[in-house]
């Protein structure tokens, strides 16, 4: 089956510790995402990838990073500089790299992340 | 600023009854529109898109949805509902970026709640 793989689907943080959440799609997509969720917020997009070794910061960037070594693969670390990680993580993917205004994103189904 | 606005937090309907969902997006240009829906716990599924042509889209699952251009509202509908549409559902704009980026905007979410 293809689709969008997020591990783990729940993460506990420690204080000062960096954590990296997993993102693996087998659809063969170019465009990779990294959305936060918090209640009555919706969506806000943290980083994406359009192509293999480039991302792009999105609204909120801040204290997170990512890698894109793998077209599959799209990693993303909270750092300890992120002093409010507790939140819902999607990831997602689009079969383009271009016209991103307009190409269907698929989701993950998402990790959990909590502050211990 | 480019924005999507969901009026309404939560909605509860008895089932078999009709929905409607408003959304209303800040965009100065020609939109592309989405409706989204999210199962608890879950990542975000496409219930139906509009780029350009005939402004009332049908979608997934029953759903339409109608583009006013005048009143900047994409408005998602349903004539009769049913217990599993129970969920949470986001609208979104596809904002074109420089070059070939672009992003998608997210509304806050409505919750919706399926009486028996």
């Known amino acids: 089956d293809g689709g969008i793989t997020q591990s783990p689907k729940y993460l506990f943080r420690k204080e000062g510790q960096n954590v990296t959440l997993s993102c693996e799609q087998n659809?063969?997509?170019?465009?990779m995402y990294w959305y936060r969720q918090d209640p009555g917020q919706g969506l806000r997009l943290i980083y994406y990838?359009?192509?293999?070794?480039?991302?792009q910061k999105g609204d909120i960037a801040e204290g997170y990073s990512v890698s894109r070594e793998k077209k599959e693969s799209f990693p993303l670390t909270v750092t300890s500089a992120q002093k409010n990680p507790t939140a819902f993580y999607l990831c997602?993917?689009?079969?383009?790299?271009?016209?991103?205004?307009?190409?269907?994103?698929?989701f993950g189904a998402g990790t959990r992340l909590s502050v211990l | 600023a480019q924005s999507v606005t969901q009026p309404d937090i939560h909605i509860t309907v008895s089932e078999g009854a009709s929905l409607e969902l408003r959304c209303n997006y800040s965009?100065?240009?020609?939109?592309?529109l989405f409706w989204y829906v999210q199962s608890p716990g879950q990542g975000l599924q496409l219930l139906l898109k509009?780029?350009?042509?005939?402004?009332l889209v049908q979608g997934i699952k029953g759903f339409e949805a109608e583009f006013k251009r005048s009143q900047s509202s994409f408005n998602l509908r349903k004539p009769s509902v049913h217990w599993s549409d129970a969920a949470e559902y986001f609208c979104?704009?596809?904002?074109?970026?420089?070059?070939?980026?672009?992003?998608?905007?997210f509304g806050q979410g409505t919750t919706l709640q399926v009486k028996p």
């Open positions: 997602a993917s689009s079969i383009f790299r271009e016209f991103l205004a307009k190409n269907i994103q698929y």
């Open positions: 659809l063969n997509h170019d465009a």
């Open positions: 990838s359009q192509i293999v070794n480039d991302f």
């Open positions: 965009y100065g240009a020609t939109p592309y």
């Open positions: 509009y780029f350009s042509g005939d402004t």
């Open positions: 979104a704009v596809g904002v074109r970026g420089s070059g070939n980026t672009g992003k998608l905007i």
